[in-house]
């Protein structure tokens, strides 16, 4: 009995450390582009090679890079984003905040609050409309 036990121990064990070890190649990928930066400093950022179009919408994730930690430590945001290119809104799907700059290390990815989950219009002029502005070009869904 305590020899199965160790030999399920140890498959778990394994599986576990693949799994960080996936969660840590999604978050360290070095795809990310340089889209736009803020009048604030922070940098924005989103995984071009990734951006994904299903029923008239677009997928990507975006990361802002923040110049300086905020109130709460965090140097980093990845937010996974929903957009429509046809009037340029867009919804947060999930959000991750980061100790470390460029999302270096990893955290557990949240359900991002009401106020953010629903449907935003990007304005002009503005990071938000400059980042889907971006997302939709590389889908050739804007011109």
């Not at 029923?55 to 430590?73: A, M, R, V």
Request: positive net charge; hydrophobic residues 40%.
């Amino acid at each position: 009995m305590l020899q199965l036990f160790n030999k399920n121990f140890k498959y778990i064990c394994i599986l576990k450390a693949f799994l960080l070890l996936i969660n840590f190649k999604i978050s360290h990928a070095d795809n990310w582009e340089l889209v736009t930066k803020g009048i604030n400093g922070h940098s924005f950022y989103v995984l071009g090679n990734e951006v994904v179009e299903k029923d008239n919408y677009i997928y990507f994730w975006q990361l802002i890079d923040y110049k300086i930690s905020d109130e709460y430590g965090d140097s980093s945001a990845r937010i996974f984003i929903k957009g429509n290119c046809n009037n340029l809104s867009f919804k947060w799907l999930k959000i991750a905040y980061h100790k470390e700059n460029m999302a270096k290390d990893n955290v557990v990815i949240q359900e991002p609050s009401i106020q953010t989950s629903d449907w935003q219009f990007s304005k002009l002029n503005t990071t938000s409309r400059v980042v889907l502005e971006f997302a939709c070009r590389r889908k050739a869904l804007l011109l």
